[in-house]
């Protein structure tokens, strides 16, 4: 049942992450239709955009995420006794280097994991979760961490976070770009007339991309996030060995207050939702799974 969910997980987010580039390609061309009446200009203006992006998002990832959720690294078990040992004794069962360990000042128990890699990734738990949670509890947690790490759910993030970026970067200079004019397309002469229903068609098409393409990706992110949890939980439960450990820990988690220095952009980031936010009746917008379907799979292991 285990390695079932962790091999159906895997295959959900390589869909994801799919449709997530496809998307960006989409919009890329549409940019270039509207404006040069050449899709692939605006594919290529777009691929680009998107690996600038993700090449400085993920070489800084650490010290940037770390620096807007508030965070204070540890160097030294003396700092944090219990929450080092477990770190480190997770990701010894996990195979994966001793992250960085940080210490977010808030009474609301949270945790999450970032970097580019396992050589250089880090964990972050709050000190809520470090006065709510037993040794069992915050061993389910930094299960749920490594696996991120080991996974590469951290780089994977980024880069989605990244793609996100990049597509509100094009969507913002298209949009701007329309209106104070510029592009072939707006200057451009006729176009015959056996072809004017195609090219309407495709420039409306085109233009709804421009326009949806925004929400289409944040929910491919959160789509992306909330299949990243469940493989993480099941992760947890592989390394060790006890499922109770985790689920305790998030009935914990879930019977709290927001965070109160939680950074919005790293929300997904976070073992649960840091700001406890309403849920949408089709969770397309929800960052995390609901914690009771996280909750009953466990239970099921």
């Known amino acids: 049942m285990l390695f079932e969910q962790i091999a159906r997980n895997k295959r959900r987010t390589i869909y994801v992450l799919i449709g997530f580039v496809l998307l960006l390609i989409a919009i890329g061309y549409a940019l270039g239709y509207v404006f040069y009446n050449n899709g692939v200009i605006g594919m290529v203006i777009a691929v680009v955009v998107a690996a600038v992006y993700c090449a400085i998002m993920i070489g800084n ?13 540890i160097k030294r078990a003396e700092d944090a006794p219990e929450l080092w040992h477990v770190v480190e004794d997770m990701a010894l069962v996990a195979r994966v280097p001793m992250p960085r360990v940080f210490i977010i000042d808030d009474p609301s128990p949270n945790a999450f994991a970032t970097g580019n890699d396992p050589k250089h990734a880090a964990v972050a738990a709050t000190s809520g979760i470090l006065d709510r949670l037993n040794r069992e509890e915050l061993e389910g947690v930094m299960g749920h961490e490594m696996t991120h790490v080991r996974n590469y759910d951290i780089r994977l993030q980024t880069i989605a976070l990244a793609l996100s970026a990049a597509i509100g970067l094009l969507v ?56 990243r949890e469940y493989l993480a939980d099941a992760g947890s439960v592989e390394l060790t060995r006890n499922p109770q ?19 919005p952009s790293s929300a997904a980031m976070y073992i649960s939702d840091p700001f406890k936010k309403k849920r949408s009746m089709t969770h397309l917008f929800d960052t995390h799974p609901p914690m009771e379907e996280r909750i009953e799979r466990l239970e099921k292991m």
Do not use: C
């Not at 990832?61 to 690294?73: C, L």
């Not at 495709?202 to 929400?215: A, T, Y």
């Open 61 to 73: 990832s650490t010290s940037v995420v770390m620096s807007m959720n508030h965070a204070r690294e």
């Open 245 to 263: 450990g985790l689920i305790s820990a998030l009935e914990k988690i879930s019977d709290s207050k927001p965070m109160k220095k939680a950074d």
């Open 172 to 227: 913002n200079f298209a949009s701007h770009w329309f209106w104070w004019g510029g592009g072939d397309r707006r200057r451009g002469g006729k176009d015959s007339e056996g072809n004017g229903y195609v090219q309407l068609i495709m420039m409306v098409i085109s233009i709804l991309l421009l326009i949806l393409g925004p929400v289409a990706a944040t929910i491919a992110q959160m789509a992306l996030s909330r299949n």
